[in-house]
């Protein structure tokens, strides 16, 4: 049974305006898998998470919503450099079991190294 008391995703750890997510895009840099696609860019300020999962790669709203929860879950159980991270949803992803999405996700993430901050 899930947890009853989910810790909450708070808006400072989000990314929410699209200006945000282009600069991402633009200037980030770039961690592909099989299900998703990684752009992170590093600053001072604390880790934000955008993701973007479309209508076209994952046509069901109910698997969408649950590859955002299990991106969510991932970034919060993962130590990470400060920075904007943007997860980018596959088409593959749509038929993805949640322990492969979920090793995926601690792989791209732990991809990012402080060097990449440099």
């Known amino acids: 049974m899930a947890d009853p008391s989910p810790q909450p995703f708070p808006k400072s750890a989000r990314l929410r305006a699209a200006p945000e997510f282009q600069a991402v895009f633009k200037t980030g840099l770039k961690h592909s898998g099989v299900f998703f696609r990684l752009y ?15 209508k076209k790669a994952v046509p069901l709203s109910v698997t969408r919503n649950r590859l955002k929860r299990l991106c969510r879950e991932a970034f919060r159980g993962t130590a990470k450099i400060p920075g904007d991270y943007v997860l980018v949803a596959q088409t593959r992803a749509r038929e993805a079991a949640n ?15 402080p060097t990449d901050t440099l």
């Open 40 to 54: 992170f860019l590093p600053h001072a300020a604390p880790a934000r998470l955008g993701l973007a999962v479309p």
């Open 99 to 113: 322990p492969a999405v979920r090793n995926e996700l601690e792989r791209l993430f732990s991809a990012i190294t």
